[in-house]
């Protein structure tokens, strides 16, 4: 009985300091999370998370500038000065047409209301994605619209 019992302590200690060692080997798939659409636009949400709208803004949108874009930001200023910084985001919808264009959407989670963004990306050699448009859903109602 003694012997079982210090065989059996014997194989879960191996067995205990045995599993980290191998998990800490354990790496990502290469360009896990790394890159693609949905890598990007988490990155700029991350940003905007962090309250860091400047940066996020240049992350999404390279150094592209025009009216429409700096009403966007001055409206989501508001939202931040209103609400201060999200709580954090979600991944509401994945939408594909064919292989070469895709369409993400993403919730903000501010403390009162959600902010609503469509991303949309673009494709066409299989080589490697662009974003081609967004948008900035300001009513909680059409985020149940497809």
């Known amino acids: 009985m003694r ?3 210090f065989i059996a302590a014997c194989l879960s200690l191996i067995i205990c300091t045995s599993a980290p060692a191998i998990a800490s080997e354990i790496q990502a798939p290469s360009g896990w999370k790394q890159s693609g659409p949905e890598a990007h636009a988490e990155r700029f ?3 905007m998370v962090q309250g860091k709208l400047d940066e996020a803004f240049k992350e999404l949108l390279g150094n592209n500038r025009n009216d429409a874009l700096d009403k966007l930001k001055f409206e989501i200023y508001s939202a931040y000065k209103k609400s201060g910084k999200p709580y954090g985001y979600e991944k509401i919808l994945k939408q594909t047409a064919g292989k070469s264009v ?4 993403y919730i903000l989670l501010f403390k ?4 609503t963004f469509d ?3 673009y494709n066409p050699t299989g080589q ?4 081609r448009t967004f948008s900035y859903i300001k009513d909680i109602k059409k985020i149940f619209a497809q």
């Open 112 to 115: 009162n209301m959600p902010k």
């Open 119 to 121: 991303i949309y990306y």
């Open 3 to 5: 012997a079982s019992f």
């Open 45 to 47: 949400l991350d940003l």
């Open 128 to 131: 490697n994605w662009k974003l």
């Open 102 to 105: 895709i369409k993400l959407r």
